[in-house]
């Protein structure tokens, strides 16, 4: 049954290496795992290019990473320590605000500071300052995953980021 976070895709019929999803990386066709898939009747998907598989990867792989989310630990305010959704929603929420902030129009309460949920629905409280260096850093971490994932499937073999960000 396919599932996509533990699936395989092999690119233009070269069955030397295979896409793992699980640790989006390239495994050799002689790895334990992959084996023990095959074995299990499973059969790799074939696709046509890295190209694709990157657009296979964003569309069903990448959602369910960011839906485990990312952990915050603030250097200055403790209280803003704890996990945070990075889901498509959460993402759209967070560029809204803090594009809201950068042009002078405020947080969404109207007061300064302001609640934000994370993962486990605890409001935390944050200042105009701290949400937008709490955007940012999310926003590099996003782009730092989405340059990685396309380096590895391109061949390379990037390090992906840490979900563990640090904020002042």
Not at 132 to 139: L, N, W, Y
């Amino acid at each position: 049954m396919y599932s996509p976070a533990n699936w395989y895709w092999t690119i233009a019929g070269d069955t030397t290496h295979a896409w793992s999803s699980a640790s989006l990386s390239y495994v050799p066709a002689a790895d334990a795992a992959y084996a023990a898939w095959l074995a299990a009747g499973n059969t790799p998907t074939s696709i046509a290019s890295a190209g694709e598989l990157y657009q296979v990867m964003q569309q069903q792989v990448v959602p369910l990473l960011q839906a485990a989310g990312i952990q915050i630990a603030s250097t200055s305010t403790p209280a803003l320590n704890g996990p945070y959704p990075i889901d498509e929603a959460a993402q759209s929420d967070m560029s809204a605000i803090a594009a809201g902030v950068a042009a002078g129009k405020g947080l969404p309460s109207g007061s300064n500071p302001f609640a934000y949920p994370n993962s486990e629905g605890a409001e935390v409280v944050f200042t105009a300052e701290q949400f937008t260096d709490f955007a940012a850093a999310i926003e590099a971490y996003l782009y730092a995953f989405n340059q990685a994932l396309a380096a590895r499937i391109g061949g390379g073999s990037t390090a992906l980021p840490s979900t563990a960000l640090t904020i002042a």
